[in-house]
């Protein structure tokens, strides 16, 4: 299973950016899939996640109202749509995926990805 993030960029606080990221291999609807980042001298941290069907979301308490994550399962692609950024938001973002057998399939996962894309540099100023 192959992930590549994109979509990131230099913006100023309270606009907007659409990170996407491309996932090839595997059975895409079987994958839990997330977004973690990680900023300037911080540990990685969970920021939003969505299950393999796409009918269960979670966020960080930090993005809930202004981030929205979504998967579309017939282009194999997932979304993260960032509105009202702010400086703290400045980080690098990875997208990756976590496999599910098929009762399992509704989990949103946090934690223990299994794959990872190569991450996408957000950089918003103040």
């Known amino acids: 299973v192959q992930l590549q993030a994109s979509g990131g960029g230099l913006v100023q606080a309270g606009e907007s950016l659409r990170l996407s990221c491309a996932v090839s291999?595997?059975?895409?609807?079987?994958?839990?899939l997330g977004w973690l980042r990680q900023a300037p001298g911080k540990g990685r941290e969970f920021v939003a996640a969505?299950?393999?069907?796409?009918?269960?979301?979670d966020y960080a308490d930090s993005v809930k109202g202004r981030f929205s994550i979504s998967r579309d399962n017939n282009k194999k692609i997932v979304y993260l749509q960032m509105n009202s950024l702010k400086p703290e938001d400045t980080a690098v973002y990875y997208c990756?995926?976590?496999?599910?057998?098929?009762?399992?399939?509704?989990?949103?996962?946090?934690?223990?990805?299994?794959?990872w894309g190569q991450g996408t540099q957000v950089t918003v100023s103040s």
């Open positions: 990756a995926a976590k496999y599910y057998i098929l009762s399992y399939r509704d989990t949103v996962p946090h934690e223990d990805y299994s794959y």
């Open positions: 291999g595997g059975p895409f609807n079987r994958y839990g």
């Open positions: 969505i299950n393999g069907p796409g009918s269960g979301t």
